[in-house]
């Protein structure tokens, strides 16, 4: 399903940031419910049902699409609070829902079968033959693929299955198997997956010696420690540096602080039959949306109007001020 243009998908974290993004050109946004329906189940974040109803009506007006992203796995005997969410958005007229579990999208395509299902990157669905079966069993319509995969692995599952695409393009780089991370879970006992939290900020403890240098643990586990030069990151697991045995200093054991940025890619992805292009950052500022989703407003509509694209410079923007283009460009990128 291959156009010279794609869809720009991007967050919202608050009613604030829904608006923001609307207004800087955002061809639908994605968003979730104050619970652990979602997988940024934050304090602070997400939406109340008034807030949401109010939000879709106001994307709505502007022309925009609101995804309601539903997209953890309930546990045994909770299924009534997705259950609800499913109704609620339902009854606020959300353009789609992004689902992660199969039982999910079954209370979907049984109760709501006019509704759009995406397939959320949470499924890790990598594969034509996973892809295939969501969209034969639940009626997919989408698929959000893991931050693993080439632009000719892209290429080659696009003409393999009957759905859409859609990939990230800017924002966290993701490399854990998404919707099978258990690290949190491991340390605080709140699940990623299931809980929609990863390193929940009562866990997080920033504490500064008498040099100026930082440290930042999550529980009772030290997850980095940073020399007073340098900028103190958010403590997840898998960004942070370990001692190991052999090694004296400690490095980076999963993988380091870096932003995803593949502005540069847009004209092959497009090429390779990406539908739609997902900015990642619900947790990031008002003024982190804006200035991402005009630079790529800009630069998507550009390659679709034939034209050379302009990049904006968004380092700023980035994790540790370093940024890269990932899984996306080669298996190397390590």
């Known amino acids: 399903m291959k156009s010279n243009t794609a869809e720009l998908i991007c967050p919202a974290g608050t009613p604030a940031a829904l608006r923001t993004a609307v207004d800087a050109g955002a061809d639908a946004v994605y968003c979730g419910f104050q619970n652990a329906t979602n997988a940024r189940n934050f304090p602070g974040l997400n939406f109340t049902p008034e807030e949401m109803e109010k939000s879709v009506a106001y994307a709505h007006q502007k022309g925009a699409k609101v995804l309601l992203a539903i997209n953890t796995f309930p546990p045994a005997g909770k299924f009534d609070l997705w259950k609800q969410a499913v109704v609620a958005g339902a009854k606020m007229n959300v353009d789609a829902y992004i689902v992660a579990d199969v039982g999910v999208a079954d209370f ?199 034209n050379e694209p302009e990049f904006a410079d968004l380092l700023a923007l980035t994790e540790g001020q370093k940024q890269t283009e990932g899984a996306f460009k080669s298996k190397t990128w390590r």
Not at 133 to 148: A, D, H, M, Q, T
Not at 158 to 177: D, K, R, S, Y
Not at 205 to 223: F, H, Q, V
């Open 108 to 306: 979907v395509a049984n109760n709501y079968p006019e509704k759009r299902l995406h397939l959320s990157v949470q499924a890790a669905a990598s594969s034509p033959e996973a892809i295939r079966y969501y969209c034969e069993s639940f009626g997919v319509k989408r698929v959000v693929l893991p931050r693993i995969l080439t632009v000719p692995e892209i290429r080659n599952i696009a003409g393999e299955i009957p759905c859409e695409i859609e990939t990230f393009i800017f924002g966290n780089h993701g490399l854990m198997v998404e919707g099978r991370c258990s690290l949190t879970n491991y340390i605080t006992g709140l699940s990623t997956n299931m809980d929609g939290v990863c390193s929940p900020a009562a866990e997080v403890k920033y504490e500064r010696d008498e040099a100026g240098n930082m440290s930042t643990r999550l529980g009772p586990y030290l997850i980095d420690c940073y020399s007073c030069d340098e900028t103190a990151g958010y403590p997840t697991i898998c960004k942070g540096r370990y001692k190991v045995a052999h090694r004296d200093e400690g490095f980076y054991a999963f993988e380091e602080p870096i932003t995803l940025n593949l502005s540069r890619m847009l004209p092959e992805l497009m090429e390779a039959g990406v539908n739609a292009f997902k900015i990642e950052g619900r947790q990031r500022s008002k003024a982190y949306v804006r200035r991402v989703v005009s630079a790529f407003r800009q630069a998507v509509d550009d390659v679709r109007d034939g």
